[in-house]
């Protein structure tokens, strides 16, 4: 039986309904997380309910649960479906309110739905890499909120997928942001550069993993803005996510970069990233 969370209560999920005047569907005004599962256990779950409740404070909602209170639900979930490697997907609406643009009344309280989802590890494109598509980014400039306006995204996405592609690699002008469900890294001269964490991006959790796992291995970082002629003359691309971990990327569409393979800075972050599982959820 699929069990799923509706306004703090776990349910069967043919069970969980949601009022058609809810502003998540309606506007799409509201956040998200989604958190990575290994072997039963959370990954970065702190970390993801930290920026869950960050986000929530740029979007002036106030969350109707505690952090522990959170946490201790979406682990209820996660057993209750017995999820082995997968993830769990959770979103906070501002709540369910007579249609207007603006903010509904205070005592309207957020709306809260989570499901889990098995999802085995990528690891034959962890192996071999996958391939990118430039896409210019149009999104909105609050990319640093996690909300639930993807559309953007999506279509960057979309164009990717038609063109055989894994990711799309967005570009505002001729400077790189992200990816369109990730973040993007490039490697020159044994230097990793990645766009710093500004309004222009989702300072992801993965991200910030690989950061720390640089300065563990003594491996340069710059955190600046890189043009696409950089991206496509690197020694290396990859991107992160909670779902692709460190991906590496050997070829650009609409670009001349072609690797062939992995690199080898890619290829040792990722063995220090495979220990950081195994030491957080065995």
């Not at 999802?119 to 192996?127: A, F, G, V, Y």
Request: glycine residues 8%; proline residues 3%.
């Amino acid at each position: 039986m699929n069990y799923v969370i509706l306004n703090g209560q776990i349910l069967e999920r043919n069970e969980a309904k949601v009022d058609i005047e809810d502003r998540g569907y309606q506007f799409g005004d509201g956040i998200y997380e989604v958190i990575r599962v290994y072997n039963g256990t959370f990954f970065t779950a702190d970390e993801h309910l930290t920026r869950l409740f960050e986000s929530a404070e740029k979007i002036g909602m106030t969350l109707p649960c505690t952090f522990e209170e959170l946490k201790n639900l979406l682990a209820s979930l996660v057993q209750r479906n017995k999820v082995n490697d997968g993830i769990i997907y959770l979103q906070f609406s501002r709540g369910v309110a007579a249609r207007q643009h603006h903010y509904p009344d205070k005592n309207v309280e957020p709306a809260f739905t989570a499901y889990t989802k098995e999802m085995p590890r990528p690891k034959d494109k962890l192996e071999n890499g996958v391939q990118a598509k430039l896409v210019e980014d149009v999104r909105w400039l609050r990319c640093d909120i996690k909300s639930l306006n993807l559309l953007g995204n999506i279509m960057a996405k979309q164009e990717a997928a038609e063109a055989g592609c894994f990711e799309a690699i967005l570009h505002r002008g001729d400077k790189v942001t992200e990816g369109s469900s990730s973040n993007m890294f490039i490697v020159k001269d044994g230097t990793i550069k990645t766009h710093p964490a500004t309004n222009l991006i989702l300072n992801g959790i993965t991200r910030r993993v690989i950061l720390d796992i640089c300065k563990e291995q003594n491996i340069p970082v710059q955190e600046e803005e890189f043009t696409v002629e950089e991206l496509l003359s690197a020694d290396e691309i990859f991107l992160a996510s909670t779902t692709s971990e460190v991906m590496p990327i050997v070829k650009v569409t609409g670009g001349e970069f072609e690797a062939g393979e992995p690199g080898e800075i890619t290829k040792k972050l990722q063995a220090v990233f495979e220990k950081k599982i195994t030491q957080q959820c065995g």
